[in-house]
């Protein structure tokens, strides 16, 4: 949790404190603690083979996809904001629509969404991680029209949770081990995660 999320939690105290006293307040705070909760290091791998299928297909860092997931959805792939966005990478309609996106409930169409739609932010700003995932969040067009990170407390926010999560992915890990059969319906067996059918896998 950053300082700002605690501030507004400090504001919220006072004010409950004020209005019910200190019993109620324990069970806000309880509450509170749970919906903002982080998810558990190492992160869920239940979409690993997608993420890291897909990742390598754009060539972008899987523990950036996990990072972005974590913050944007938590790993729910039903998930849909007060704005509009859904899924798990949060796509907009008119995002999900320019790539290519069916089913943003799926989560292997809205991870390719969403990491295609993150390869064209990072080719659009290289080397230059915060504004990408500035971008990512409020649009390239407030980047543009702000010249750089907008100055919108949910983007900071964003941007800091986002690098958080990026220091608890596992940077390691053993090595996996994929089994598909190819077009020919010859049994493959690989370690290599770019020759990996965007259906996925079996693992051993």
């Not at 230059?128 to 409020?138: E, F, I, T």
């Amino acid at each position: 949790m950053d300082s700002e999320e605690m501030n507004i939690i400090r504001v919220i105290m006072r004010a409950q404190s004020h209005r019910f006293g200190s019993a109620p307040l324990l069970a806000f705070l309880v509450l509170v603690s749970a919906a903002m909760a982080e998810p558990a290091a190492p992160f869920p791998t239940r979409y690993d083979t997608i993420i890291q299928t897909v990742a390598a297909r754009y060539r972008v860092d899987t523990a950036l996809v996990h990072s972005i997931i974590a913050a944007e959805s938590n790993y729910n792939r039903y998930a849909v904001s007060d704005k509009g966005a859904q899924g798990l990478m949060q796509l907009m309609p008119e995002t999900a629509r320019d790539y290519g996106v069916r089913d943003v409930f799926n989560a292997a169409d809205n991870i390719e969404g969403g990491v295609k739609f993150l390869k064209f932010l990072q080719d659009k700003y290289p080397n230059k991680p915060d504004l990408v995932l500035a971008a990512y969040n409020a649009g390239p067009s407030a980047v543009e029209k702000h010249g750089g990170v907008p100055p919108y407390p949910e983007t900071k926010t964003y941007i800091a949770r986002v690098n958080r999560y990026l220091r608890l992915v596992p940077k390691t890990k053993k090595t996996e081990i994929f089994v598909f059969r190819d077009k020919e319906g010859r049994l493959v067996i690989t370690n290599d995660i770019r020759l990996v059918p965007p259906s996925g896998g079996q693992r051993p």
